[in-house]
Each structure stands twice: as structure tokens, then as C-alpha cells.
């Protein structure tokens, strides 16, 4: 097996390493590929992954490129991890929705779309190639706003394309911990669209016709140690009352978006900020090391800083608090590599395996259109990936889904066609938004400050 990583040289992409190596075996993995268009960056963290794999005697080689046409040539399978106009980008964009009183969050709203205007036609590059010279690859798609770029490439089109996001598992991952039950044992039923989904039951030991099993999502909802060790913390208990479900973390943007307005508005630095600061202390510390001269150290470096990165997660939402860990026990614990490792593995042994993914709706959700890009709970076999049924779902929940859906839609078609027009429309229809003079003033402005990168829209 070939596998590619498109933007190879992310922060993340040696925490991909330890997973590859645990289930080499089965993969019948051969060659890891990471590409990247930044050479100095690539030679950095790639250096690092490859110091990685010799030391825990990977039975596969790591190959570093920066031609995109050998490293997706003949690949099996295609992560894209990519960030054009690199974190900086990021920072525009938060400063601009700041400027004009919104969120600037990278996944939704005003900075999701300016995110999604920069990395959907750079990604549909990417699988128009793949196309080409490796027509039977899956593609799995970690570039934010996951759901969006999702729905753009779908609409352009590329079928062989899912959108991964480990919050997706979130209540499966939080059960597993606060239970200590094994990963394998609990199966959850999510809804929702990406950043925007909601878990309506985690039960034990389903059986292979999905049937059975313990529920035990409803106790866990209302003891207070469960919600104090995981994110639903961040919500307020009405709403936990009254939604009686798990609620993905990004849901607190529309659910206290005054309050989490306030506080990142009164932030000296922003979240994109902290980042280039981080990442640049870490790559100058990674220089100053030499991966490939003292790698130990350099895994030490690694850890420490992306430690700090993940604790300030979202910390305006946890008043300060260090992030709470919600991941599972044991070798569950993969993050986004083993939501896509999960999928590679079922498909190359045609063996069945469930996880959450974004994928096309196909009847799935009662009052989607087919091809809606949705977030929900997939059986993946050696044939792909197979959406579970939702059927009905609340009102409540189904009329936010229909209008940030809505909004995704027209984005998707603004950003495939450079339409002006069709980019005020999603905004304003966006309810962290919803105002045409305010979409026209953020469209003007993200258009100007990503000039170079999203060049000139009618």
C-alpha cells in the first residue's frame, strides 16, 4: 500500500507516525509519502517523522516531496492536510470578523468561509490529480472547514472523498474514558453536519446487525462527574437539559455566542495568533535541535509544544481551564489519524468498521436533499463508506442543520464559481452572521486580504 499525505509537513503529521506503525501490519503498508509545497518546513517535520519511524522499526518507508504528481501517483489512499495562505492567513481572517463584531472561528461562520474560500480549489487541485493517476484512491479530507470543502468537492464532482473530523466521536470517545470501556464496545449515533452535530445515544456491546445493547448515554448525561470531565462543561445545564443529548464543542459557538464573542474580543491575542506563535517556536526549536542529529530531543521539543497547543484549546470557552482530555483508553488514542487509519484499514481487509465521517446524506437524515454532505455515524467495508440511517430527527436541531446547510450549499457554489454575489448570500443566510450589509462588508474584505491566494472573483 501506498499512502499520501498532502501538506505532509503539518504540525500534526508525526503524530500519524505511531498509528502507522501499530497497524502497519495490517495495511500492508509500504511507502508513506508526505508532500508538501514548503521545503524548509517539510525537511523539519518530515525529518522528524522519519526519525520516528526508524526508531520504532517502521516496516515501511517515509519518502518527503514536493512534487505532487510522484507522491499521489499510484497512492491507495490520500490524506489532505493542507493550509494555503499558512496560519498567517488565519489571523486575517479573525482579525476581520473581529473588526465587524463576529466570530472569526476557522470552521464556521465569517472565518470558516474565508478558510474554505483559500482551501476547497486548492484541495479540488489536488483530487483532479489524484483522478488522474490514482483514479481507486480514497481521499480523506482534514483541511477545515472539513464539512464545506466536503460539500464543494462533492459538488464539483469527486466522489471517492470523505470529510474527517474526530469530534465526530466525541461522546464515543467520552464514554470510553469515563467508563473505562474499550472503544471496539460502544457504538454511537451522531447527527449533524461538521462542527454542528449532535450524539443521540452511545450503547455497549451492539450486536453485528446493530441491534441490542446497553444504552447508556442518558445516565452519563446526568451525572455531574461525566459532564464536569468532558466538554459539555462549556454549556450551560438548560441547555444540556433541554437538548438531552451530546453536544459537539463547537455547538457553543451558536449556543453562548454573545459570551464567547465577548471573551475572544478581549483577548490580547487570538487563537491564530497563538498558533504562529507556537508552531514558530517550535520549528526554530526543531532547527536549532537537528531532528535527524538528536532526535530525542527533538520528540521532547515536539511534545512540549504541542502540549501547549492543545491545552489553550478553546480555553475562552473553559474560562482559562487547561483542555479536558476526552479520548479513549488504550491504543484508542488517535485522534483524526485514527479516524482515517480506521477507514484505510476496513477498506484494504474488507472489514467492518463504524465510525462518524462526513459523507453525502443519501437518504440518511429524513429532509436532506441526497446529496447534502452530513456528519453521521458510517459502516466502512473493503466497498466504502456506508451511512447509517437517522430518519427524524428534532425540530430544533433540524431547522439550525437545514440553515447552516443552506448557507454551506450557496458557500461551496460562491467559492466554485468566484461569485461575489453568491458569497454575501451565504453569509447573510449563516446565524452567526445574518445580515446582507455585514456579509457584503466581511466578503470585501476577506477578497482583499487573500488577493493573492483566491485571486479576482465577479
Request: glycine share 10%.
Given at each position: 500500500m501506498?499512502?499520501?499525505?498532502i501538506?505532509g ?6 503524530r ?7 497497524r ?6 509500504d511507502e508513506l509519502w508526505?508532500?508538501?509545497i514548503?521545503e524548509h518546513k517539510?525537511?523539519l ?7 520516528m519511524a526508524?526508531?520504532?522499526q517502521?516496516?515501511?518507508?517515509v519518502?518527503?516531496s514536493t512534487?505532487?504528481r510522484?507522491?499521489?501517483?499510484d497512492?491507495d489512499h490520500i490524506i489532505t492536510?493542507i493550509r494555503?495562505g499558512?496560519e498567517?492567513g488565519?489571523?486575517?481572517d479573525e ?15 465569517a472565518g470558516g468561509f474565508a478558510?474554505a474560500?483559500r482551501?476547497l480549489?486548492s ?6 490529480l ?7 484512491a480514497w481521499?480523506y479530507?482534514f ?5 464545506l470543502?466536503?460539500?464543494g468537492?462533492?459538488d ?5 472523498i470523505v470529510?474527517i473530523c474526530?469530534?465526530a ?8 474514558r ?6 471496539n464496545?460502544?457504538?454511537h449515533e451522531v447527527f ?7 450524539t443521540?445515544?452511545v450503547?455497549i456491546d ?9 444504552e447508556?448515554l442518558?445516565a452519563l448525561?446526568?451525572?455531574p462527574?461525566?459532564?464536569a470531565?468532558?466538554?459539555?462543561s462549556?454549556?450551560?445545564p438548560?441547555?444540556i437539559q433541554?437538548q438531552?443529548m451530546?453536544?459537539?464543542e463547537?455547538?457553543?459557538y ?9 471573551t475572544l474580543?478581549?483577548?490580547s491575542?487570538?487563537?491564530g495568533?497563538e498558533?504562529?506563535r507556537l508552531?514558530?517556536e517550535?520549528l ?5 535541535i537537528?531532528?535527524a ?6 520528540l521532547e ?10 491545552a489553550t ?10 483542555r479536558i482530555k476526552?479520548?479513549?483508553?488504550g491504543n484508542d488514542d488517535?485522534g483524526?489519524s485514527?479516524?482515517a487509519?480506521?477507514c484505510v484499514?476496513?477498506?484494504a ?8 465521517l462526513?459523507v453525502p ?11 447534502d ?10 466497498a ?13 436541531q433540524?431547522?439550525?442543520i ?7 450549499r ?6 466554485l464559481q468566484?461569485?461575489k ?5 451565504a453569509?447573510a443566510?449563516?446565524p452567526?452572521?445574518g445580515s446582507y ?5 466581511l466578503?470585501d474584505?476577506f477578497?482583499v486580504?487573500h488577493?493573492?491566494?483566491v485571486?479576482?472573483?465577479n
Amino acid at each position: 500500500m501506498k499512502l499520501t499525505v498532502i501538506g505532509g509537513a503539518s504540525v500534526r503529521t508525526p503524530r500519524l507516525i505511531p498509528s502507522l506503525i501499530r497497524r502497519a501490519g495490517r495495511l500492508g503498508l509500504d511507502e508513506l509519502w508526505l508532500m508538501d509545497i514548503d521545503e524548509h518546513k517539510l525537511n523539519l517535520m518530515g525529518s522528524l517523522c522519519v526519525e520516528m519511524a526508524e526508531q520504532q522499526q517502521a516496516p515501511f518507508k517515509v519518502v518527503l516531496s514536493t512534487n505532487a504528481r510522484e507522491a499521489i501517483k499510484d497512492a491507495d489512499h490520500i490524506i489532505t492536510t493542507i493550509r494555503p495562505g499558512m496560519e498567517q492567513g488565519r489571523v486575517l481572517d479573525e482579525r476581520i470578523a473581529f473588526k465587524h463584531g463576529v466570530l472569526g472561528q476557522e470552521t464556521t461562520g465569517a472565518g470558516g468561509f474565508a478558510m474554505a474560500m483559500r482551501s476547497l480549489p486548492s484541495i479540488l487541485a489536488y483530487c483532479q490529480l489524484a483522478a488522474e493517476i490514482a483514479p481507486n484512491a480514497w481521499i480523506y479530507n482534514f483541511t477545515n472547514p472539513a464539512g464545506l470543502v466536503a460539500q464543494g468537492l462533492h459538488d464539483a464532482g469527486i466522489r471517492k472523498i470523505v470529510g474527517i473530523c474526530d469530534s465526530a466521536n466525541g461522546a464515543q470517545h467520552a464514554a470510553s474514558r469515563f467508563l473505562g470501556i474499550p472503544l471496539n464496545r460502544l457504538r454511537h449515533e451522531v447527527f449533524g453536519l461538521n462542527h454542528l452535530s449532535w450524539t443521540r445515544s452511545v450503547k455497549i456491546d451492539v450486536d453485528s446487525n446493530g441491534q441490542g445493547g446497553e444504552e447508556v448515554l442518558p445516565a452519563l448525561l446526568g451525572d455531574p462527574k461525566f459532564i464536569a470531565g468532558t466538554h459539555m462543561s462549556m454549556f450551560h445545564p438548560i441547555i444540556i437539559q433541554q437538548q438531552g443529548m451530546f453536544l459537539n464543542e463547537y455547538l457553543h459557538y451558536f449556543y453562548h455566542r454573545d459570551e464567547a464573542l465577548k471573551t475572544l474580543l478581549a483577548k490580547s491575542e487570538t487563537r491564530g495568533e497563538e498558533v504562529v506563535r507556537l508552531t514558530g517556536e517550535l520549528l526554530d526549536r526543531l532547527e536549532e535541535i537537528n531532528p535527524a542529529q538528536h532526535p530525542k530531543e527533538a520528540l521532547e521539543a515536539y511534545h512540549e509544544v504541542m502540549g501547549k497547543r492543545s491545552a489553550t484549546y478553546m480555553a475562552h470557552a473553559r474560562g482559562g481551564a487547561e483542555r479536558i482530555k476526552t479520548e479513549p483508553i488504550g491504543n484508542d488514542d488517535e485522534g483524526y489519524s485514527g479516524v482515517a487509519l480506521g477507514c484505510v484499514e476496513a477498506i484494504a481487509n474488507n472489514t467492518d468498521h463504524y465510525t462518524g465521517l462526513n459523507v453525502p446524506n443519501n437518504g440518511t437524515i429524513a429532509g436532506l436533499a441526497d446529496d447534502d454532505v452530513v456528519e453521521v455515524n458510517c459502516r466502512i467495508d473493503g466497498a466504502g463508506m456506508h451511512p447509517l440511517p437517522i430518519g427524524e430527527i428534532p425540530e430544533d436541531q433540524y431547522v439550525l442543520i437545514r440553515t447552516v446547510k443552506r448557507y454551506e450549499r450557496l458557500a461551496a457554489q460562491a467559492i466554485l464559481q468566484r461569485s461575489k454575489s453568491l458569497a454575501v448570500e451565504a453569509l447573510a443566510t449563516h446565524p452567526l452572521i445574518g445580515s446582507y450589509p455585514l456579509a457584503i462588508k466581511l466578503v470585501d474584505d476577506f477578497l482583499v486580504a487573500h488577493h493573492e491566494t483566491v485571486g479576482v472573483w465577479n
